[in-house]
């Protein structure tokens, strides 16, 4: 369904993506994981339209997106919930739903989204008048996916969704993530909570300083004793 190939960026003269290649077969989530400044949210901004890449290939349904603009990209069915939730915090929860839904055309259709997303999300309906920067921070990643998914994406990018959450939160966040992929989304899942993602994804890549190092099914990488030891020694401590 996506195929990125040989995919380099640069930031002026940092080199920050060096050569990434991997896919997403229709049905997966998959996650990337490692440490911070790997270039996970880089992957993420390039696929999405926000970076150019400076040289490689990122191919969508067989059609090649690379450097295409951002809103031909979320019309496409892709759609990016970035990092530390972006959510527009002066405007309600019903407004920042209309918002993700700006390629929709069909009244019809929004509604029935909006009605989707509060049956998902109950917590967003009791707040929908409120302004979303009085959320709390996981019921502002909810309605940072939910508004993600009001552009009906068969394909969301999800940065980060745990970062900063209460564990009853984040044990939500993963549920939710499971339940969209089971209603016919794909998933690429960028965390930092390793264990977590591993145990709710079908497939992983390890990313270091640019590079892919390791790849495969999530068991196998979650077993990777390489792993175990970069990645999840410090997630089982704090456990
Ligand atoms: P994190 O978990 O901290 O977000 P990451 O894996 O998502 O990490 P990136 O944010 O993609 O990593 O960063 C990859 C590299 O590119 C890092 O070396 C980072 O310093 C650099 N970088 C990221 N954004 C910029 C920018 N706007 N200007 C210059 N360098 C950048």
């Known amino acids: 369904m996506l195929k990125v190939t040989d995919l380099h960026v640069h930031y002026g003269a940092i080199h920050a993506l060096k050569g990434v290649s ?4 229709e049905g997966e989530i998959v996650t990337l994981i490692g440490a911070n400044g790997a270039g996970k949210s ?33 019309r496409m069915g892709i759609v990016q919930v970035p990092e530390g939730r ?8 019903m407004e920042n739903l209309e918002m993700g839904a700006f390629t929709v055309t069909d009244r ?6 909006i009605a989707l997303m509060f049956k998902k999300f109950p917590i967003l309906e009791k707040r929908y008048k409120q302004l979303g920067g009085t959320l709390s921070g996981g019921e502002q990643q909810m309605l940072a996916i939910a508004r993600g998914l009001m552009a009906n994406p068969k394909l969301i990018l999800l940065d980060e969704p745990s970062m900063g959450l209460s564990p009853i939160f984040v044990e939500q966040i993963f549920d939710t993530i499971q339940d969209i992929n089971q209603n016919g989304v794909n998933v ?14 079908h497939r992983a890549y390890v990313l270091e300083t640019g590079k892919i190092v390791l790849e495969g099914e ?15 020694g410090i997630a089982q401590e704090e456990a």
């Not at 991997?22 to 077969?25: I, R, S």
């Not at 972006?86 to 929860?93: N, R």
């Not at 999530?218 to 999840?232: C, G, H, K, T």
């Open 108 to 113: 019809a259709l929004i509604n029935e989204n």
């Open 22 to 25: 991997f896919n997403l077969q």
């Open 218 to 232: 999530a068991q196998e990488v979650l077993q990777n004793p390489s792993v175990i030891e970069a990645y999840l």
């Open 188 to 201: 690429i899942l960028v965390e930092q909570n390793a264990q977590m993602a591993l145990s709710i994804a």
């Open 42 to 74: 880089t992957l993420l901004n390039t696929i999405s339209g926000i970076l150019p890449a400076t040289q490689g290939q990122v191919t969508y349904l067989d059609e090649d997106i690379t450097n295409s603009p951002a809103p031909k990209i979320v």
């Open 86 to 93: 972006k959510i527009f915090p002066a405007m309600t929860v």
